[in-house]
């Protein structure tokens, strides 16, 4: 830690600490994760999740920077010193998008602002899984903003590398953002569930509202959007006005119960929502 001053904790963390501190020889803010090995061992839980972040952020490190890179949180340095591993990360002072949403005029973003998030988010997850990784828990909270007020993708506990030979895995995640799959029981493909995320994270921006608690067959909603299609739903609500009807078309993509036949990733970055200048 001697090249860096520490400003103040960001955080506690069950792990350890979440720092914001300043690189002593450039004068730049940054956040330092640091991660205590002795805590980190006892939870095999949190080994885990902590290890598959370090992971994560080590491969991106390491690989060539691509379209779409600008878009994930960047780790600056890493180094281990008196039993903690510390994480240099960059500084997002503009924290994060689900506190920029309930700070927004009526709870929602303009939808030229949705729309310019949504293709910055869009395209990070495109660079993470070209690098191997899904995420498993795109949310508005995992999005951070930075100085310019731009998209990175961060918080990479949850994500698993791809392509995988089976889909054994478990249900995790934010249960408003829950893929249908993850509650069958059945095993699951981890990056349509990164698509299921972003039709949920486009709903709520254009309308600050969850779509529903639980995409699962108690859940009285989600037996409407299967029935009717989420557009059914945003109708009875009354809540055309609020997206665009190319948004929309993109919504019914993203939200597609059965996961065979959801949109893939390279088509919603070739859908005309993303490919537009300006949405009206």
């Given at each position: ?27 730049a ?25 370090k ?12 379209n ?9 340095d890493a ?12 500084y997002?002072?503009?924290g ?16 030229v ?18 690098n ?16 310019n ?6 918080d ?9 030979k ?86 019914e993509?993203?939200?597609?119960v ?15 929502y ?7």
């Open positions: 830690m001697n090249a860096y001053s520490i400003d103040r904790i960001l955080a506690p963390a069950i792990y350890g600490q979440i720092l914001l501190c300043t690189h002593k020889a450039t004068a803010k940054v956040v330092i994760k640091r991660l205590d090995a002795k805590t980190v061992v006892k939870s095999p839980t949190i080994h885990e999740s902590i290890g598959m972040e992971l994560t952020y080590h491969t991106l490190y390491r690989a060539s920077p691509s779409g890179a600008e878009f994930v949180l960047r780790l600056l180094f281990e010193e008196d039993g903690c591993d510390h994480l240099v990360l960059e997002c002072p503009r994060e998008l689900f506190d920029a949403l309930k700070a927004s005029p009526n709870g929602r973003f303009q939808p602002d949705a729309q310019r998030y949504f293709r910055q988010i869009v395209r990070g997850l495109q660079y993470l899984h070209s191997g990784f899904a995420h498993r828990d795109i949310s508005l909270e995992n999005v951070l903003l930075d100085k007020g731009d998209c990175k993708l961060c990479f506990g949850l994500a698993v590398q791809v392509p995988v089976d889909f054994e895995f478990a249900a995790v995640g934010k249960t408003y953002y829950m893929a249908p799959e993850m509650y069958t029981g059945g095993g699951y493909d981890p990056t349509k569930v990164d698509v299921w995320c972003l039709g949920i994270l486009l709903f709520m921006m254009h309308t600050g509202l969850p779509l529903l608690e639980r995409a699962r067959d108690d859940n009285t909603i989600f037996q409407y959007v299967k029935q009717y299609g989420v557009y059914g739903v945003i109708r009875s609500w009354q809540l055309d006005h609020l997206l665009p009807p190319v948004a929309l078309e993109l919504l993509l993203l939200l597609t059965d996961p065979t036949r959801r949109v893939t990733l390279d088509k919603v970055l070739a859908h005309p993303l490919t537009s200048p300006v949405v009206l």
